[in-house]
């Protein structure tokens, strides 16, 4: 099963590592909560797709356990007082899920598979505005249902047929 939990800390402490190491000690956190707003500039994220819907069936290894692959899409958004900063922001998330993050996160099982735009989600707060510069990527996820949970149904062991003339 895709641990969700976990699957949020290698993917938000990697981005983090990612822009310490180029100066921004910028937090990421999970939008859409009730908590206070860090200060800026800081990285928001939301799983917009949980688990995008596929006709794929389910493999199964050696062992009877069944998988297969789950794709979730992510939605970040740089957030700043500062536009050049929010862009800056930005593009090093990108960089890091398009190319330098791919042997931390595929080591973990996970794939950014596709980096979408990065585009303008300016907002204005009354007299200020807060630049905001976001793109969505696409995750590739090991999903894995053990063999006692995938047959749990059991088995059909015999059936009669009954003609009817």
């Known amino acids: 099963m895709v641990n969700q939990e976990s699957v949020e800390t290698l993917i938000v402490s990697g981005l983090n590592t990612h822009l310490r190491s180029h100066g921004f000690n910028c937090p990421v ?3 859409n909560q009730t908590a206070p707003i860090p200060p800026y500039p800081y990285i ?4 917009t ?3 995008r819907a596929d006709s794929k ?3 199964v290894d050696s062992k009877g356990a069944r998988y ?3 794709v979730q ?5 740089a957030n700043s007082d500062d536009d050049s900063q929010a862009n800056a922001v930005a593009m090093l998330a990108y960089d890091y899920f398009a190319l330098s993050g791919n042997t931390y996160l595929s080591d973990n099982n996970i794939v950014a598979q596709r980096v979408q735009s990065i585009t303008s989600r300016d907002n204005l707060l009354t007299i200020d505005y807060e630049y905001r510069k976001g793109f969505d990527v696409d995750f590739l996820l090991y999903h894995e249902i053990s063999k006692a949970d995938s047959e ?3 088995y059909i062991e015999i059936v009669e047929f009954k003609v009817i003339e």
């Open 29 to 31: 956190i999970m939008a």
């Open 44 to 47: 928001s994220y939301t799983v």
């Open 49 to 51: 797709t949980p688990v």
């Open 57 to 59: 069936g389910y493999s």
């Open 68 to 70: 297969k692959s789950l």
């Open 73 to 77: 899409t992510w939605s970040f958004t």
């Open 152 to 154: 749990t149904a059991g």
